[in-house]
């Protein structure tokens, strides 16, 4: 199985760049004003053009206006939508049909949000803390009866644990941000490199 790995909050080409050499099959570009991490779609659209069509470019939106996040979306040139908040099933459907959508959930709605979306192809679930960037692990092992298959897992991930947690829940994705900075908005490049490794060397043990 080949498990995707994302490197969220990019804010400049230097670290896209970085993070693409490091391997990485996904970028995130955060839109939430509420972010450290916010970058503009103009920097975005630039920072995906430096990596190539190869790597993924997700756009990070929270509880935003439907026609803000599709115009943002489009000015950035992403390949995906990231939709975190208290969003209406008809949002996120509506997303949809223009961009593949990444829904996150906190564990709490987990098994819901699971039931909701079995089945929808242009839908995928991402696991995270209930405070996204916090830095904070989940309950790998708890957590474990309710991972979908095909879900991604976020939630205080870095180079010292991924492993443990692809061990426990065996996601299709890992998604990476503040255990990868030297600064909020300001990628470390060894750590980038080191999760990107450590990731697929985790991948390895995954049944075949």
């Not at 103009?42 to 790597?55: C, D, T």
């Not at 997303?95 to 709490?108: D, E, I, T």
Request: with cysteine; aromatic share 6%.
């Amino acid at each position: 199985m080949t498990v995707q790995v994302k490197v969220c909050g990019t804010t400049s080409v230097h670290d896209a760049v970085l993070s693409a050499e490091a391997g990485a099959d996904a970028l995130g570009f955060i839109f939430a004003p509420v972010s450290k991490r916010l970058v503009s779609p103009q920097v975005a659209r630039a920072a995906g053009l430096s990596v190539g069509p190869s790597v993924a470019r997700v756009g990070v939106f929270l509880d935003q206006p439907l026609d803000e996040v599709l115009r943002t979306a489009e000015a950035a040139r992403v390949s995906a939508v990231q939709l975190h908040g208290r969003l209406s099933s008809l949002y996120v459907m509506a997303v949809a049909a223009y961009y593949p959508v990444l829904r996150v959930v906190r564990p709490a709605d987990l098994a819901t949000e699971t039931d909701m979306w079995h089945g929808h192809r242009g839908v995928t679930l991402m696991l995270d803390a209930p405070e996204p960037g916090g830095g904070i692990p989940l309950d790998w092992d708890a957590l474990r009866p309710l991972f979908p298959d095909g879900a991604w897992l976020a939630g205080g991930l870095g180079p010292g644990n991924v492993a443990a947690a692809m061990t426990a829940l065996r996601p299709a994705a890992v998604d990476a941000v503040s255990r990868l900075e030297a600064s909020p908005g300001v990628k470390d490049p060894e750590a980038v490199r080191a999760f990107v490794q450590a990731a697929r060397l985790a991948a390895r043990s995954y049944p075949q």
